[in-house]
């Protein structure tokens, strides 16, 4: 599977962005995907997960409140609404999917990635 990650850019702070992770070559519809970002020098890490169904979705405590994770199974897409964007959410988004149904929050449990796409919030 392939999965086409886009909708980032450059924005002030306060500001929003939606990601797209459009997924090619396997239907989706079983997956969970999660949503990871690496900022330079930082590890990656996670920012939000959501199974197959969209029932059941984690965030990271820093983008609680802030960052939703959508998903629309017909259209084979997952999304990412950032709103009240801050300096520190700067980084490299990946989305990610997992073989199984489940939502998982280790970037270890996740099979398939995405090329990233780039997040710059400017104070």
């Known amino acids: 599977v392939q999965l086409q990650a886009c909708g980032g850019g450059l924005v002030q702070a306060g500001g929003s962005l939606r990601l797209s992770c459009a997924a090619s070559?396997?239907?989706?519809?079983?997956?969970?995907m999660g949503w990871f970002r690496q900022a330079p020098g930082k590890d990656r890490e996670s920012v939000a997960a959501?199974?197959?169904?969209?029932?059941?979705?984690y965030y990271r405590d820093s983008v609680e409140g802030r960052f939703t994770i959508s998903r629309d199974n017909a259209k084979n897409t997952v999304y990412l609404q950032m709103n009240s964007l801050k300096a520190e959410d700067t980084a490299v988004y990946y989305c990610?999917?997992?073989?199984?149904?489940?939502?998982?929050?280790?970037?270890?449990?996740?099979?398939?990635w995405g090329q990233g796409t780039q997040v710059t919030v400017s104070s």
């Open positions: 990610a999917a997992r073989t199984y149904a489940e939502a998982r929050w280790s970037e270890d449990e996740y099979h398939y």
């Open positions: 070559g396997r239907t989706l519809r079983s997956s969970a």
């Open positions: 959501i199974n197959w169904s969209g029932g059941t979705t």
